[in-house]
């Protein structure tokens, strides 16, 4: 049982948006900035988006926002390249841990 | 640009201890405000947080490892380290390293070593 809890997948055309959810409490979402990994075939994590902040070479069809305890990650113009899992994490303050939602596979039909 | 590349034995016995060391390089893992971090992920399964350090020597463990799990880092050679004793078949997973950075999270990942525990 994940602290965050995601979709398990969504799917989407070439060209759809499609946003990804990650619900948590106010002892982690509600309090600290959440952080979007990507995961394609079983290679290493890549850090996608931190906060509602791209990192460097990111494409900017990907966005993060925030509400309450619930963050979403938005892509917008889904391209092939997307089909990946997507995990969210974030810290937790009743556990003094960091937490990852148990991740969403996207996709790209 | 940091990198960061695990090393360590890819197989060890039931009840033995797993030893894994990340180097860092295109930086200095004593500067910066930043936390060196351990993440594994079973197979087929998700990402799994397990322990942190900070720079400052400062560490974080996930509640349920801490009794076995130790975080050390060494600024003279640019790495850090976990060790996680009494380790069973559960514990086999792809261990990564990566880096924190306060208020923003996981920003830089190793490329993550199979670490199997069997007899």
């Not at chain 1, 926002?65 to 990650?73: F, I, N, Q």
């Not at chain 1, 556990?95 to 148990?102: N, P, Y």
């Amino acid at each position: 049982q994940s602290a965050l809890t995601q979709e398990a997948s969504v799917s989407g055309t070439v060209g759809q948006k499609v946003t990804l959810s990650c619900t948590g409490n106010s002892n982690n979402i509600g309090s600290y900035a959440v952080g979007w990994y990507q995961q394609i075939s079983h290679g290493a994590p890549k850090t996608v988006m931190f906060g509602s902040s791209l990192p460097s070479g990111i494409p900017d069809r990907f966005s993060g926002s925030k509400s309450g305890t619930t963050a979403s990650l938005t892509i917008s113009g889904l391209q092939p390249e997307d089909e990946a899992d997507y995990y969210c994490s974030t810290w937790d303050s009743s556990l003094s841990a960091r937490v990852f939602g148990g991740g969403t596979k996207l996709t790209v039909l | 640009q940091v990198q960061l590349q695990e090393s360590g034995p890819g197989l060890v016995k039931p009840s033995q201890t797993l030893s894994l060391t990340c180097t860092v390089s295109g930086g200095s893992i004593s500067s910066g405000s930043y936390y060196w971090s351990w993440i594994r992920q079973p197979a087929g399964k998700g990402l799994e947080w397990v322990g942190r350090i900070h720079t400052t020597g400062s560490t974080n463990y996930k509640p349920s490892l801490k009794s076995r799990v130790t975080i050390s880092i060494d600024t003279s050679k640019n790495q850090f380290s976990l060790k996680l004793t009494s380790v069973t078949a559960a514990d086999t997973a792809v261990y990564y390293c990566a880096r924190e950075s306060p208020g923003i999270g996981v920003d830089y990942w190793g490329q993550g070593t199979l670490v199997t525990v069997s007899s």
